[in-house]
């Protein structure tokens, strides 16, 4: 790397130098310190005052703190006492070579290229090697999909090996999204229909036409869902996003997807096929992070609602919303 190449706040080659202005930095230091305060009685918090940590939570958590918060909201620790003290690196140490660990090798190189960490033999590159090779290891039926390495590779730049590790384990335990990643994608699929269902009552206009020009989710939306939107967004955004997905559940995943489209909605039904599909990714960058979870936020889901497009499409799905 040369000695004039440039690095971001969260460690990404970029073509700009970081700056904060003397008001952000107070701003976050004093928002740093109402988090400590916190984190000192968090079994109090997460108790008692549930309300008041999810609306600190949707503001943010203060970057240098987010690796302790993550492994809280994830309840990383209860996990970990299920199993023996050394059940990680014994993991990490077992002589396999599964099609998992084949396409490990193949794939972990290519995570995150264009950060510190991961480009060109990083530090962190062999710590995500041994992450999902343990993980495919541990659970075997799931085994190893590309967008696991991505989110092992953000628990990286946060925390230490073993708790990104844990961190992999509890999100495919406990966060209902196992499934995004067993073969065939049956999770991602069923978020479609939910996607599908909710986006033809909410923008109905929009829907028809993206139906009208035969514009899915399935043409690029997986990789949002299956990385949690963390590699194809502004890195920003994406952990904002993050954060209250670990403390709040999937849902989030589904408003910002509307908050997406709601805010571009009569520009994006004018334009054809082609152009559209380009103009689909970079949705976000009309956004700041705290404009779209706003956005986001402001757009009521009832999980009910998740619930039974979730039951019709294993019962009997609409065609119009099985549309890949």
Same mark, same amino acid.
């Given at each position: ?83 023996t003290e050394n059940y990680y690196k014994n993991l990490t140490e077992l002589d396999s070579n599964t099609v998992s660990i084949q ?44 967008g696991m390495g991505v989110l092992a590779a953000t628990f990286l730049m946060y925390m230490s090996e073993e708790d990104s590790f ?83 559940? &999937?849902?989030? $995943?589904? *408003?910002?997807?509307?908050? =997406? !489209?709601? /805010? ?5 039904? @004018? ?26 936020? &402001?757009?009521? $889901?009832? *999980?009910?609602?998740?619930? =039974? !497009?979730? /039951? ?5 799905? @609409? ?6």
């Amino acid at each position: 790397m040369s000695s004039d190449t440039k690095i971001d706040r969260h460690g990404f080659i970029s073509s700009t130098s970081p700056h904060s202005s003397p008001e952000t930095v107070t701003r976050d230091n004093a928002r740093i310190q109402k988090w400590q305060d916190m984190l000192t009685r968090w079994d109090y918090n997460i108790k008692r005052r549930r309300a008041f940590l999810k609306k600190r939570i949707r503001k943010g958590i203060p970057d240098c703190l987010r690796g302790v918060v993550w492994t809280k909201l994830a309840n990383i620790q209860t996990i970990k006492n299920e199993y023996t003290e050394n059940y990680y690196k014994n993991l990490t140490e077992l002589d396999s070579n599964t099609v998992s660990i084949q396409d490990i090798t193949r794939d972990y190189y290519r995570t995150f290229s264009g950060h510190v960490l991961f480009r060109d033999h990083g530090l962190c590159q062999d710590s995500l090697y041994r992450i999902l090779k343990a993980f495919s290891l541990h659970d075997p039926d799931l085994g190893y999909c590309q967008g696991m390495g991505v989110l092992a590779a953000t628990f990286l730049m946060y925390m230490s090996e073993e708790d990104s590790f844990w961190m992999i384990v509890s999100l495919m335990r406990n966060y209902d999204i196992r499934d995004y990643y067993l073969p065939g994608m049956p999770g991602i699929y069923k978020a479609f229909y939910q996607i599908n269902g909710v986006f033809r009552q909410v923008l109905p206009d929009l829907w028809d036409h993206f139906m009208e020009i035969s514009v899915y989710p399935s043409m690029f939306a997986p990789g949002w869902m299956m990385t949690l939107y963390m590699s194809y967004f502004k890195f920003e955004i994406s952990l904002r996003i993050f954060d209250i997905f670990l403390n709040e559940g &999937k849902k989030i $995943l589904f *408003k910002v997807y509307i908050a =997406l !489209f709601k /805010k571009s909605k009569k520009e994006l039904i @004018s334009m054809p096929c082609d152009v559209l599909l380009e103009k689909i990714p970079n949705l976000h960058e009309d956004f700041t992070a705290d404009s779209l979870i706003q956005s986001s936020l &402001k757009f009521t $889901l009832k *999980k009910k609602k998740l619930q =039974l !497009f979730e /039951k019709e499409y294993e019962t009997n799905p @609409s065609p119009e919303l099985k549309n890949w």
